[in-house]
């Protein structure tokens, strides 16, 4: 997706300008979060801004990278080092990812195409499996 360098681009300005309260995706109607994970490479911060799917009492993110044939950076993170924070209007929930497979991963992917159908459309522009991490509370 061609626009995709541009939204990415607003999104931030606006989470910064409303200290988290709005994103693109809020505006659109939809669940977003910010995720702060630590790179793998660097060991520093990295924050994303991120559609999720609300599942019970955890947050479900797809790596979609809006179609494009890589898994965005943020999935990498999480592999080398899953515990993480995320941002929900402003207020910072420390949480630990797993990613799912199998069953787990069918099943959930189901509920995903429910939740949002355009992830079989970046499935389909990306031609390859996109990742699916549930991020869980680590505090409740």
Do not use: C
Request: glycine share 8%; hydrophobic share 45%.
């Amino acid at each position: 997706m061609q626009l995709a360098g541009g939204i990415i681009w607003v999104d931030k300005k606006l989470h910064r300008l409303f200290k988290g309260k709005v994103s693109l995706v809020a505006l659109a109607g939809l669940p977003s979060l910010r995720l702060t994970s630590t790179g793998r490479k660097s060991g520093l911060p990295r924050d994303t801004n991120l559609l999720y799917f609300p599942h019970e009492e955890d947050f479900v993110l797809v790596g979609s990278n809006w179609g494009r044939p890589n898994d965005p950076a943020w999935t990498h993170n999480l592999r080398s080092r899953p515990e993480a924070v995320i941002a929900l209007a402003g207020k910072e929930i420390e949480v630990l990812a797993r990613e799912l497979e199998g069953d787990e991963y069918a099943a959930m992917w189901k509920l995903l195409l429910d939740f949002w159908p355009g992830y079989a459309m970046e499935e389909k522009s990306a031609r390859r499996v996109l990742p699916i991490f549930v991020l869980e509370r680590t505090t409740r």
